[in-house]
């Protein structure tokens, strides 16, 4: 098994650096095919189409439409009933608790994070967060940092670090359970499993119990947001894709 | 000739002046403000008032939403492949299932949802406003992007946590419209505000 995992992380390093050597031909790629899909400027104002999302290809598509069904059938028939029972169960300062508690143990990555890209100020911010939030807090169920805007700094990741050193995306891949990632967000997130204390419960079953609570208590706040973008969308698999690489791309520009 | 130039440089400034007294930002909270008033408002939520409830908001949204420049930057060059009747349909399928896709969510989902309005950012004709929505205790910030055209702030585009709604359509339509015609775009269009209405 950590063989395995070896060299899973072993190939994805590879081609990850190999899609960061490409970027440049990638680049230029992208804007062609963006032009020739979009034709000539005309006279009427347009909105320049950002190239970084024109860029980003999806080389596993039919893989990827398979993960993303597989995902919605397990959101409706499994995820969703679950967090609506809980959401049931459970009062919302009860759930916030949880949810600060998971937020604050995941402090590491962001500290690490926030160190990697040189960010000083907001290194700082998430280590006296953890500190306080930890003590005053009481084992971070509580957020007594809120009352200060400088201690909720935006949320760093190893993904936002790889592309803050200038690797893009590689390319868009759907993980069950996981959803949408691409290939750099992949390796920041397999990374991430070693700064995450979480990962490091022992039996196999009590972690997985761990992130269920912890998944299901998240999604307990955000029951209902999946259905809507699915209801505005004409292509909700598009639809879900343009919105992780945008939203990444603005959390990288932070 | 100095003279007449000043003058003129004088009464332009005035009038952009005039032009921009009232701020974007008090230009967007109204509608947003008479519109969740109306949402909340008990009177109107009897089964009977539905279309009423509906008509009213549609006042409040059209006065500030401009689905025309909305559509155009969402269809961004695929729109020249429109002709002007295309256009006017796709303007106008666009916008009620924009409308009625948000309408529902926010009325099937208003459970004392804040929003606050933040800040804005202002240079030339362009501006943007900052807001957000609280909902339990997860915030959620709503930026809207807004033009002046013909002397009115109207947003063109809305961008929630970082996404933006125009942007997001323009893949989708342009993903569509790479292997399918306008009239095609239309028609999937016009079924998915037809699912909505029923």
């Known amino acids: 098994m950590k063989a395995f995992r070896f060299w899973v992380v072993a190939v994805m390093m590879v081609a990850a650096i190999g899609c960061a050597h490409q970027q440049g031909t990638g680049l230029q790629s992208g804007t062609t095919t963006t032009q020739t899909l979009l034709g000539p400027a005309e006279a009427e104002p347009v909105e320049p189409v950002p190239p970084t999302f024109a860029v980003t290809p999806d080389p596993l598509y039919g893989l990827n439409v398979a993960m993303f069904e597989l995902n919605d059938r397990l959101y409706f028939w499994l995820l969703k009933p679950l967090a609506t029972g809980y959401r049931a169960v459970f009062p919302e300062p009860v759930r916030t608790g949880v949810r600060n508690f998971f937020y604050n143990l995941t402090a590491p990555i962001r500290i690490v994070s926030c160190l990697f890209q040189a960010k000083g100020p907001q290194f700082g911010s998430e280590l006296i967060r953890f500190l306080m939030n930890s003590t005053v807090g009481v084992l971070g169920f509580g957020n007594p940092a809120a009352k200060y805007p400088d201690l909720t700094p935006p949320e760093e990741d190893l993904g936002q670090t790889l592309g803050s050193y200038g690797i893009g995306n590689g390319f868009y891949i759907v993980w069950p359970f996981l959803g949408p990632s691409t290939l750099r967000d992949s390796v920041g997130r397999f990374g991430q499993t070693f700064l995450n204390p979480v990962s490091y419960v022992e039996p196999w079953h009590s972690y997985i119990g761990i992130r269920a609570l912890d998944l299901t208590n998240d999604l307990s706040f955000r029951i209902g947001d999946y259905e809507s973008l699915k209801e505005a969308a004409l292509d909700p698999y598009e639809a879900l894709k343009d919105g992780y690489l945008q939203r990444r791309a603005a959390q990288i520009k932070e | ?198």
């Open chain 2, 1 to 198: 000739m100095k003279a007449w130039i000043a003058a003129t440089v004088v009464v332009l400034l005035s009038l952009t002046t005039n032009a921009f007294g009232v701020e974007p930002m008090e230009a967007l909270r109204g509608p947003i403000e008479r519109g969740l008033q109306i949402i909340k408002d008990p009177e109107l939520q009897a089964e009977d008032k539905k279309d009423e409830q509906r008509r009213l908001l549609k006042q409040e949204v059209w006065s500030v939403f401009n689905f025309e420049e909305i559509s155009r930057r969402a269809l961004a060059n695929n729109w020249r492949l429109f002709d002007e009747a295309q256009r006017e349909r796709f303007v106008d399928l666009f916008s009620q299932l924009l409308f009625e896709t948000y309408i529902s969510k926010i009325r099937s989902e208003y459970q004392d949802e804040a929003v606050v309005f933040l800040d804005q950012e202002v240079t030339d004709d362009r501006a943007k406003v900052f807001t957000k929505v609280t909902r339990e205790s997860v915030e959620t910030p709503i930026d809207y992007s807004m033009k002046m055209i013909d002397g009115h702030w109207q947003v063109y585009d809305v961008r929630v946590e970082n996404v933006s709604l125009v942007g997001n359509y323009r893949s989708q339509f342009s993903k569509i419209l790479l292997r399918n015609s306008p009239d095609h775009l239309i028609e999937s269009l016009r079924k998915k505000v037809q699912g909505k209405s029923s």
